[in-house]
């Protein structure tokens, strides 16, 4: 079973800056893909921004020039660096982790979400 816990959202203004992040853990034997999703009031779920183990990262063109994914695989954890923030960025920010347990069966867990709120 693997676990991810999130933390960073919160109240800016437009403008502003936040840092998400997202640790694992549990029954992990290898993280493949990590990423970013937010789900707006009234609206779908929509990917943010995703990286790879190898280090390759895809953004929304939303986001693109604003929003930085990485990630520190020692300590299974996923970042989101959120700059000039808009209040159209206002949403609950999920992250999804893909990868094998130990039992090398797969997975794909999701955080709990985190509020991010920016005011206008």
């Known amino acids: 079973q693997v676990q991810l816990v999130e933390s960073g959202g919160g109240l800016v203004q437009a403008g502003g800056s936040l840092r998400l992040s997202c640790a694992a853990s549990?029954?992990?034997?290898?993280?493949?893909?990590m990423g970013w999703y937010r789900q707006a009031p009234g609206k779908q779920r929509e990917s943010v921004a995703s990286i790879s183990s190898s280090g390759n990262t895809h953004y929304a063109d939303s986001v693109k020039g604003r929003f930085t994914i990485s990630r520190d695989n020692a300590k299974n954890t996923v970042y989101l660096q959120m700059n000039g923030l808009k209040p159209e960025d206002t949403a609950v920010y999920y992250c999804n982790v893909e990868g094998r347990t130990t039992r090398l069966t797969a997975f794909s867990s999701w955080g709990q979400g985190t509020q991010v709120t920016v005011s206008s």
């Open positions: 549990g029954s992990i034997f290898n993280i493949y893909d």
